[in-house]
Each structure stands twice: as structure tokens, then as C-alpha cells.
């Protein structure tokens, strides 16, 4: 099984450039997500969808976009990069149900992004 | 809000040494717990969870027990191995948040031969 795909895996970018990160997974889970990962601030919630066409802001939003037009794909957006957003990106997925309660989540293998 | 706090590491131990790892929460819930560990270069994998008051989650030896009374899911392993020298998070969701996963800062974990 695949799982959660991310891609690309490394990506530099200049100071003012756009970019899409892709994430994909084929397990049919409701719930996607996407992080970003920093030294000693553990993952902060970026983006998050409930459902196709459903997203909302997490704790850290500004400078991305999410869109969720299918169940499996979850791209994150960037609009115009800062060296702020280097960092690593993580996307995850997973569902819940009402006699197990929420489940754990899938993880990419992340996006090693670099801003320049 | 919803938070959670671990200790800070790194943690350095000798392998075979007995490992804890603390971790507390705030949330305005009733949330589900989990660890997750992260291998260098890797993605994050589930470790352990439970889902409510006193069910003790384990795998590959770990073990943590959720307390409500204390709000603590505290990770502990009785014999740590090289094999588990990684970074590893304490987390918790709560479904009316459609699953949303709250991160404490992590613990680096070295485990020495």
C-alpha cells in the first residue's frame, strides 16, 4: 500500500516564488491534514480538511492555501515564499469512527523545503 | 487552548537503562492520546495511543497509561535498545476538531551501546 505520498521530497526556493506541494493518499480517509515540522516547536498545524471540499486554517495558515476538490489529493500552496517557511512539511490523513473514536494518523515522508 | 507539554531532551541513556518520558496535556475535551516516533530522515509513525481514562496503550515494548486525574501520558520503557535512539511526540486529538493532532515540542531520545 502506498499510503500518504508527498512530493517532492527536497525543494529550494527563491524569496518571492510560488510552489505546490503534492499529497495524496489512498485509504479513503476523511480527514487530511498538513504541518510543518521545526526545531524545538514540535509540528504546528498549518491546514486541515474534513472532507472534499471542506479546509480550514490551523494554528499557522498565513502564507499558505489548501484545496481539497477529492478525497485523495490534499495539495498545500505557497504563495509567495519567505525564509520563514523553510522548514519540513508533513501531510497526514486518517478518520474516525464513532465506536473507535479517532485514529491514529498516516504521515507522509515529508518535504524538506528551503527558502532562499 | 489545547496543549501539550513534554519534557525536554535530548535524553541521553546507556542501552538497557529504563526510559521515561513525560508528558502532560491541557484540552477542553475529552481527546484521544498518542505517541508518535520519528526515525532520523523518516516520517512520523504511531507508537502507541488510547483513547480513554486508564487504558494503557504499548508496542515494542513502550508503554504509557492515560490519566485523566493527573491529564499525564507519560512514555516508559524498561529496557531501551540503540534501535530507539529517535525523536518521539506526545500528541492528542479531540474528534470535534475533525481529528486534529496537538504536538508537544518532542524529546530527542540517544540511546548509547
Known amino acids: 500500500n502506498a499510503g500518504v505520498t508527498q512530493t517532492p521530497k527536497f525543494q529550494v526556493l527563491k524569496t518571492g516564488q510560488s510552489m505546490t506541494l503534492q499529497c495524496a493518499q489512498d485509504?479513503?480517509?476523511?480527514?487530511m491534514s498538513w504541518y510543518r515540522q521545526d526545531p524545538g516547536m514540535g509540528l504546528r498545524l498549518i491546514h486541515y480538511?474534513?472532507?472534499?471540499?471542506?479546509?480550514d486554517q490551523g494554528e499557522v495558515p498565513n502564507g499558505y492555501n489548501v484545496s481539497r476538490s477529492t478525497t485523495e489529493d490534499f495539495p498545500l500552496r505557497l504563495l509567495s515564499a519567505a525564509p520563514s517557511q523553510t522548514s519540513v512539511y508533513f501531510c497526514?490523513?486518517?478518520?474516525?469512527?464513532?465506536?473507535?473514536?479517532?485514529?491514529?494518523?498516516?504521515f507522509g515522508q515529508g518535504t524538506r523545503l528551503t527558502v532562499v | 487552548g489545547d496543549s501539550v507539554t513534554q519534557m525536554e531532551g535530548p535524553v541521553t541513556l546507556s542501552e538497557e537503562a529504563c526510559l521515561t518520558i513525560?508528558?502532560?496535556?491541557?484540552?477542553?475535551?475529552?481527546?484521544?492520546l498518542f505517541w508518535y516516533v520519528q526515525y532520523p530522515g523518516e516520517g512520523l509513525q504511531l507508537l502507541l495511543k488510547?483513547?480513554?481514562?486508564?487504558d494503557k496503550g504499548s508496542n515494542k515494548g513502550f508503554e504509557a497509561t492515560y490519566r485523566k486525574e493527573t491529564t499525564s501520558f507519560h512514555l516508559e520503557k524498561g529496557s531501551v535498545q540503540v534501535s530507539d535512539s529517535a525523536v518521539y511526540f506526545c500528541?492528542?486529538?479531540?474528534?470535534?476538531?475533525?481529528?486534529?493532532?496537538?504536538f508537544g515540542a518532542g524529546t530527542i531520545l540517544r540511546v548509547k551501546s
Open positions: 480538511s474534513v472532507g472534499a471540499g471542506i479546509t
Open positions: 513525560n508528558c502532560t496535556y491541557t484540552a477542553t475535551g475529552y481527546p484521544s
Open positions: 500528541a492528542l486529538s479531540l474528534m470535534e476538531y475533525g481529528n486534529k493532532l496537538v
Open positions: 485509504m479513503n480517509h476523511e480527514y
Open positions: 488510547a483513547t480513554k481514562a486508564d
Open positions: 497526514a490523513s486518517s478518520y474516525s469512527t464513532l465506536e473507535a473514536g479517532n485514529t491514529e494518523a498516516f
